[in-house]
């Protein structure tokens, strides 16, 4: 079964930093592209970050470029996203999820910055 | 950046009813979108890929149409577990990948 299971998130501080995890299983990791993806309480999707398969090529969305660093390590099967000088509004649950057609998805995990 | 507008935002529908919600990209995206369905407190799941592909293990009930800037999906007859929130996605020219704003599908 392929599955995605984000970790990592919980309350921080404005200012603070976090590391997200995705933990991939049942496929091959490192022939997919990924992305992060978050969701404001009660709000839509927004698309934040996107990987290559080897990591080579990498980009952002404006609202966290210069803050956010994705990666990944494909030996170990994940997905990782850095996020530093957190801001209120990046309070949201975040998703990873697989390939340039965003399927599957994790579950999320829930990011509060207060 | 391309710019995916979701029509309408909301919806009140009975089941059996048939429901349509479209997405207009702000240029030319060929087939390059997918629909996804959310359900409170879960995952996105994707329904339909290249505009147009039933995922394996959707109902055949969803379908979806268009090329280019418009798309639509379709819900032949609603069903109780249908009512969920969809979302459009393009990934025709990116950064930044973009969703539509979603449609939320209530209960009338």
């Known amino acids: 079964e392929v599955r995605l299971e984000e970790s990592g998130g919980g309350l921080v501080r404005p200012g603070g930093s976090l590391r997200l995890s995705c933990a991939a299983s049942?496929?091959?990791?490192?022939?997919?592209?990924m992305n992060w993806v978050r969701q404001a309480p009660g709000k839509g999707l927004e698309w934040i970050a996107y990987?290559?398969?080897?990591?080579?090529?990498?980009y952002y969305a404006d609202s966290v470029k210069g803050r956010f660093t994705i990666s990944r390590d494909n030996a170990k099967n994940s997905l990782y996203l850095q996020m530093r000088n957190l801001r209120v509004e990046d309070t949201a649950f975040y998703f990873c999820?697989?390939?340039?057609?965003?399927?599957?998805w994790g579950q999320g995990t829930l990011v509060t910055v207060s | 950046d391309i710019q995916m507008t979701q029509s309408p935002s909301s919806l009140s529908a009975s089941v059996g009813d048939r429901v349509t919600i479209t997405c207009r990209a702000s240029?030319?995206?060929?087939?390059?979108l997918g629909w996804y369905q959310q359900k409170p407190g879960k995952a996105p799941k994707r329904l339909i890929h290249?505009?147009?592909n039933l995922q394996s293990g959707v109902p055949s009930r969803f379908s979806g149409s268009g090329s280019g800037t418009e798309f639509t999906l379709t819900i032949s007859s609603l069903q109780p577990e249908d009512f969920a929130t969809y979302f459009c996605l393009q990934h025709n020219n990116y950064p930044p990948l973009t969703f539509g704003g979603g449609t939320k599908v209530e209960i009338k």
């Open positions: 990987t290559s398969s080897t990591g080579e090529t990498i």
């Open positions: 240029q030319d995206i060929r087939n390059d």
């Open positions: 049942g496929f091959s990791f490192s022939s997919f592209e």
């Open positions: 999820a697989r390939g340039i057609g965003f399927d599957p």
């Open positions: 290249g505009a147009s």
